[in-house]
Nanobody
Framework: VQLQASGGGLVQTGGSLRLSCAAS????????VGWFRRAPGKEREFVAG????????VYGDSVKGRFTISRDNAKNAVYLQMNSLKPEDTAVYYC?????????????????WGQGTLVTVSS
């Protein structure tokens, strides 16, 4: 499966963005999907994950209460709604499809990765 992340951009502190992750070549409706991010000079960080049915969701501590992950299997897409953005949210955001139906905070659980979309939050 090939993943394409989009929706990044420049936003002011307190603003919102909605990222999209679209799958091509085959469906990822049977896979857990996660969002990760990598800020300049920092290690990759887990942001959010959703299981194949959208029933089980997990968030990284730094985004809880501000970000919402969702999926639309009919459209073969996963979304990340980001509200109350902070400068520390600035990073390249990646979506990834897991090997199985569940998401994980560990990057090793994922074998398909999108190319990333840049989110910049200005202060």
């Amino acid at each position: 499966v090939q993943l394409q992340a989009s929706g990044g951009g420049l936003v002011q502190t307190g603003g919102s963005l909605r990222l999209s992750c679209a799958a091509s070549r085959r469906t990822f409706s049977n896979n857990g999907v996660g969002w990760f991010r990598r800020a300049p000079g920092k290690e990759r960080e887990f942001v959010a994950g959703i299981n194949w049915k959208g029933q089980s969701i997990v968030y990284g501590d730094s985004v809880k209460g501000r970000f919402t992950i969702s999926r639309d299997n009919a459209k073969n897409a996963v979304y990340l709604q980001m509200n109350s953005l902070k400068p520390e949210d600035t990073a390249v955001y990646y979506c990834a499809a897991a090997r199985g139906p569940y998401a994980s905070s560990s990057g090793s659980a994922y074998n398909y990765w999108g190319q990333g979309t840049l989110v910049t939050v200005s202060s």
